[in-house]
């Protein structure tokens, strides 16, 4: 399966700041890793890596998805990934307001790199009324400009009164030091392992707020990267395919109603009854 290269957390990863860090040597020297593996992994874009930088890896590696030096890739998976993202959070918004329209919504959103501003910016075309933040000062004023967002500090965005709350930076965003600080509805973005630890969860769940697990919502960059490997990549195909994550997150949220567990709980009921069926 497709997986992530990321400045940060995951599985393979490169630790560093990718401000002052990046170099061809070392992207190649991660391509060399990832061909060690003998396809059992293959790398795409995740947190601070861009389509330029995969190119790099390409050259040590075959395994590797999103580039953009080959007929048939995908390129910058990051649009595709906020696409289903925005259709998570439509079916969250559905089961909590009954209308899955997110004209007049505020929502908050944590991280304007890749994925949070292409997020951002459908959220806005539809009506949305943004609050943002970012550690990077100049993705703030991109967005504040172009969108008309309210900008806060990364410290208030876990405190401020929203209705939907969209993680878009790095994980372990839901803890003890913020649980309490949440004004929110929803809890839904493009972040991964958003729960720091899974009572995390159960806390939300007993609150009250609406969480759409991250590796449900998420999913569209993966399902877009893995397009490539049925014999070329078809944008509208890709496109299409992630939309099922608007069904997706309903049957969750169906199956946590049904059994009264947390969502998170019911994301693994339904991805086991998944595996099962498959085998």
Not at 6 to 18: H, S, T, Y
């Amino acid at each position: 399966a497709a997986a992530g290269l990321n400045l940060g957390g995951g599985k393979a990863v490169i630790i560093g700041d990718p401000h002052k860090e990046r170099s061809e040597a070392l992207f190649r020297a991660f391509g060399r890793y990832v061909e060690s593996l003998n396809g059992r992994y293959i790398t795409t874009e995740d947190v601070g890596i861009s389509v330029e930088d995969m190119d790099i890896v390409r050259l040590e590696t075959s395994h590797v998805t999103g580039v953009g030096s080959v007929e048939g890739s995908s390129g910058d998976p990051s649009p595709v990934t906020a696409f289903g993202v925005c259709q998570g959070m439509k079916a969250c918004a559905k089961a909590v307001w009954g209308s899955d329209i997110l004209k007049g919504r505020r929502i908050a959103v944590q991280g304007l790199g890749h994925v949070g501003y292409h997020l951002a910016k459908p959220l806005y075309e539809e009506g949305a009324n943004l609050i943002v933040t970012d550690i990077q000062q100049a993705n703030v004023e991109r967005v504040v400009k172009e969108m008309g967002a309210k900008a806060v500090s990364a410290e208030e965005i876990y405190g401020v009164e929203c209705d939907i709350y969209a993680p878009a930076a790095l994980g372990a965003v839901v803890n003890d030091e913020t649980l309490s600080q949440f004004q929110c509805k929803i809890i839904a973005g493009p972040a991964n392992n958003q729960l720091k630890e899974a009572r995390h969860g159960d806390a939300l769940h007993q609150k009250g707020i609406l969480y759409a697990p991250d590796y449900i919502i998420n999913a569209g960059g993966l399902i877009n990267v893995a397009d490539e490997l049925n014999g070329g990549y078809n944008r509208k195909r890709a496109f299409k395919k992630v939309e099922i994550i608007y069904h997706n997150m309903e049957k969750i949220i169906g199956i946590s109603n049904k059994e009264g567990i947390p969502t998170y709980q019911a994301a693994d009921v339904l991805a086991e009854q998944r595996i099962s069926t498959i085998g």
